[in-house]
C-alpha cells in the first residue's frame, strides 16, 4: 500500500526551529514531485513548498521563503521540512503528499494523489 | 484570503445532488487543470477528482468535476450522510508558480 508517514512536529517557541520528515513507501519515490501542505486550527488547507523528483527545482509559499528549506532523500525515501524562525502563524497540521505535477500542451497539471495523515506543530511560549 | 473562491457552506437532504463552485482566474483555473479533495473530520484529505473532471479508482461516480472559463464545480449525486465533510478545490497558479487551494466548503447533509 502507498503510505506516507511524516513525524518530527511538536512545542516549540517562537524563533526556534524544526525538521519535520515524511517516510514515503511502497512506490518509485525517485519518480515523483513531493509536497508539503499544511492547515492551521479550524482553518483551510495552505500549500507550503514543492520539490522536483531529483532536487534540482523548489517551490514555496511566500510566507515561509527565506525560513523553510524543502528537501528529499531519495536514498532513503524521504522528504524533509527544515523550518527556521517559526512564528505562531506557523502552528498547524503538516500534511505531505504526492505531488502529481507536469506542464503540456499549454497546462499545468496539478495534483496531490497520496496523503500522509500529518504531524502537528504548535509555536507558542 | 484565498486565491480561489469557494462558500463556506451547502447543505442538502440525503440523496439529492448538491453543486459546489470554485473560482478563480486566468493564471489557475483558466489555464490549468483543477483538482478536488474531500476532508472527513479528523482525518487527512483524499483525492477525488484531478484533471478536471477525472476519478481516481474507488472514488464512486456520485461525484464529478467540470470547469468552464475560469471556474469549476463539484457535483455530488445520492448525497448520503457520509459525504459531510471540507470540500476543497486546487489548482496551480502560473503567475504565482504557487499551489493554491480554496478556502474549503462544508457540506452539511440535513
Known amino acids: 500500500e502507498v503510505q506516507m508517514v511524516e513525524s518530527g512536529g511538536g512545542l516549540v517557541q517562537p524563533g526556534g526551529s524544526l525538521r519535520l520528515s515524511c517516510a514515503a513507501s511502497?512506490?518509485?519515490?525517485?519518480?515523483?514531485?513531493m509536497t508539503w501542505v499544511r492547515q492551521a486550527p479550524g482553518k483551510g488547507l495552505e500549500w507550503v513548498a514543492n520539490i522536483k523528483q531529483d532536487g534540482s527545482e523548489k517551490h514555496y509559499v511566500d510566507s515561509v521563503k527565506g525560513r523553510f528549506t524543502i528537501s528529499r532523500d531519495n536514498a532513503k525515501t524521504s522528504l524533509y521540512l527544515h523550518m527556521n524562525s517559526l512564528r505562531a502563524e506557523d502552528t498547524a497540521v503538516y500534511f505531505c503528499?504526492?505531488?502529481?505535477?507536469?506542464?503540456?500542451?499549454?497546462?499545468?497539471?496539478?495534483?496531490?494523489?497520496?496523503w500522509g495523515k500529518g504531524t502537528t506543530v504548535t509555536v507558542s511560549s | 484570503q484565498s486565491v480561489l473562491t469557494q462558500p463556506p457552506s451547502v447543505s442538502a437532504a440525503p440523496g439529492q445532488k448538491v453543486t459546489i463552485s470554485c473560482s478563480g482566474s486566468s493564471s489557475n483555473i483558466g489555464n490549468n487543470y483543477v483538482s478536488w479533495y474531500q476532508q472527513l473530520p479528523g482525518t487527512a484529505p483524499k483525492l477525488l477528482i484531478y484533471?478536471?473532471?477525472n476519478r481516481p479508482s474507488g472514488i464512486p461516480d456520485r461525484f464529478s468535476g467540470s470547469k468552464s472559463g475560469t471556474s469549476a464545480t463539484l457535483g455530488i449525486t445520492g448525497l448520503q450522510t457520509g459525504d459531510e465533510a471540507d470540500y476543497y478545490c486546487?489548482?496551480?497558479?502560473?503567475?504565482?508558480?504557487?499551489?493554491?487551494f480554496g478556502g474549503g466548503t462544508k457540506l452539511t447533509v440535513l
Open positions: 484533471d478536471n473532471n
Open positions: 511502497a512506490f518509485t519515490f525517485t519518480t515523483y514531485w
Open positions: 486546487g489548482t496551480w497558479d502560473s503567475s504565482l508558480s504557487a499551489g493554491v
Open positions: 503528499a504526492r505531488l502529481r505535477f507536469s506542464y503540456g500542451s499549454g497546462y499545468y497539471r496539478y495534483y496531490m494523489d497520496v
